[in-house]
């Protein structure tokens, strides 16, 4: 069993940063790779950034419209998985979601085994 409970949202204004963390719980923990999702009002959850385990390498991934402007990074001592969001626009209001997957299917959030509660991230014009 694996806990996740993500911290870092905020209200921002466009073109500001915000830092997302995401704290796991669970010995077994550092064998997950992690990822982000984001739900905006009236919209599906969509993937945003994920990074596999340190034993396949912390590999990351992005979807096209964060990239270059996220960082995901994990720091196994800690047990957190961080998200660097800079020059935000507005279209990146949403509630974000820090995940776990054993699997390495790092795209597709049914393949995700934990989910945390998510944090409100508000970007304002």
């Known amino acids: 069993q694996v806990q996740l409970v993500e911290s870092g949202g905020g209200l921002v204004q466009a073109g500001g940063s915000l830092r997302l963390s995401c704290a796991a719980s669970?010995?077994?923990?550092?064998?997950?790779?992690m990822g982000w999702f984001r739900q905006a009002p009236g919209k599906e959850r969509e993937f945003v950034a994920s990074?596999?385990?340190?034993?396949?390498?912390?590999?990351?991934y992005y979807a096209d419209s964060v990239k270059g402007r996220f960082t995901i990074s994990r720091d196994n001592v800690k047990n957190t998985v961080y998200l660097q969001m800079n020059s935000l626009k507005p279209e990146d209001t949403a509630v974000y979601y820090c995940?776990?997957?054993?699997?390495?299917?790092?795209?597709?959030?049914?393949?995700?085994?934990?989910w945390g509660q998510g944090t409100q991230v508000t970007v304002s014009s």
């Open positions: 990074i596999s385990n340190s034993w396949s390498g912390g590999k990351t």
């Open positions: 669970g010995r077994t923990s550092s064998r997950y790779g």
């Open positions: 995940a776990a997957v054993i699997g390495n299917n790092y795209y597709s959030e049914i393949a995700y085994d934990y």
